[in-house]
């Protein structure tokens, strides 16, 4: 059965650093997506990466993908308050089957 | 304008109820999905259809049973509530193995 971890599952940052989401996932897949989950809300989408060295940015977020290692990243950049929020990372495992981490949750501090 | 719709958006009722939430999508997708978000914010697929015909299948209780009258709607039906039901129920859908759209959520809380 496919597990799909993230790491780490909560994180608290200043504005203006760096830092990276890890999202590890245990049986092959060349499909997987990320998307942000504000308090009471949808989810909304921020990227799909569909094959082996996949790299997509929008604004400070960029996020890549090694399905050799099965191994995902999104990194932040200069970290803004409006980026708090629970980021899940998404493997398809066929069918459209998606297979959700745990999420991590991100507080972003003045 | 709204492309995954969600009714209803709050849900309280009393265990041993039945229910329904229905969905319905207005983005032309041959697929629909409905996931389960529990306390912890886990998020689990329960069911897929496409163009009405039941794909994903997972291991639900079968007091929950879904139907999709037409390729826009999915509707979820949940027999004899129990407490551990309550949870937020997404529905999304997709064009193929595109993006999910999900729609804004139904809070089930049952007493």
């Known amino acids: 059965e496919l597990k799909v971890e993230q790491n780490p599952l909560f994180l608290s940052m200043q504005e203006g650093k760096n830092y990276t989401i890890y999202c590890n996932y245990s049986?092959?897949?060349?499909?997987l997506y990320w998307y942000r989950q504000d308090p009471g809300k949808s989810l909304e989408s921020l990227f799909v990466l569909l094959s082996n060295g996949a790299v997509k940015q929008e604004g400070r977020l960029m996020a890549s993908l090694d399905t050799k290692a099965r191994l995902s990243t999104l990194h932040i950049t200069a970290a803004v308050h409006d980026l708090s929020a629970t980021y899940f990372c998404a493997v398809d495992m066929g069918v459209q089957k998606l297979v959700f981490g745990q999420g991590t949750r991100l507080t972003i501090n003045p | 304008d709204t492309a995954v719709s969600q009714t209803p958006k709050y849900l309280v009722t009393q265990m041993g109820n039945d229910k329904s939430i229905k969905c319905e999508q207005n983005l032309g997708h041959d697929t629909m999905y409905w996931y389960k978000q529990d306390s912890k914010k886990f998020l689990k697929i329960m069911f897929s259809?496409?163009?009405?015909?039941?794909?994903i299948n997972e291991t639900v209780p079968n007091r929950f049973s879904p139907k999709s009258p037409d390729k826009a709607h999915l509707n979820l039906h949940i027999n004899s509530l129990e407490l551990g039901d309550s949870a937020v129920y997404f529905c999304a859908s997709s064009q193929e193995a595109d993006t999910q759209y999900f729609g804004p959520g139904t809070r089930l809380t049952v007493l």
């Open positions: 259809y496409n163009n009405k015909e039941l794909i």
């Open positions: 049986t092959t897949s060349d499909r």
